[in-house]
């Protein structure tokens, strides 16, 4: 089975925190119809002028957070 968890944005109520727990509950709520986080697609938002217009507070998602939140949804083993 294939998912996806995206887009990953930052702004004052979705921090790195936040969707390192909403990706874990994600994979614990599949546990039993997947046996592996294999194909699993992550994106990050892409500030179109559409976007930054509807959604004034989010921001671009710095390499930085980018590295931090891959790497923590690799930790989780799932």
């Known amino acids: 089975?294939?998912?996806?968890?995206?887009?990953?944005?930052?702004?004052?109520?979705?921090?790195?925190?936040?969707?390192?727990?909403?990706?874990a509950e994600v994979a614990e709520n599949l546990a039993g119809y997947t046996k592996t986080c294999v194909i699993c697609?992550?994106?990050?938002?892409?500030?179109?002028?559409?976007?930054?217009r509807n959604f004034p507070a989010v921001k671009a998602v710095p390499r930085a957070n980018r590295l931090t939140l891959g790497k923590s949804y690799v930790k989780l083993n799932i």
Do not use: N, Q, T
């Not at 089975?1 to 990706?23: N, T």
């Not at 938002?45 to 976007?51: A, G, N, S």
């Open 1 to 23: 089975m294939g998912w996806r968890y995206d887009p990953i944005f930052l702004d004052a109520r979705h921090s790195v925190e936040w969707h390192i727990s909403e990706f």
């Open 41 to 52: 697609v992550i994106s990050f938002i892409d500030l179109y002028e559409k976007v930054k």
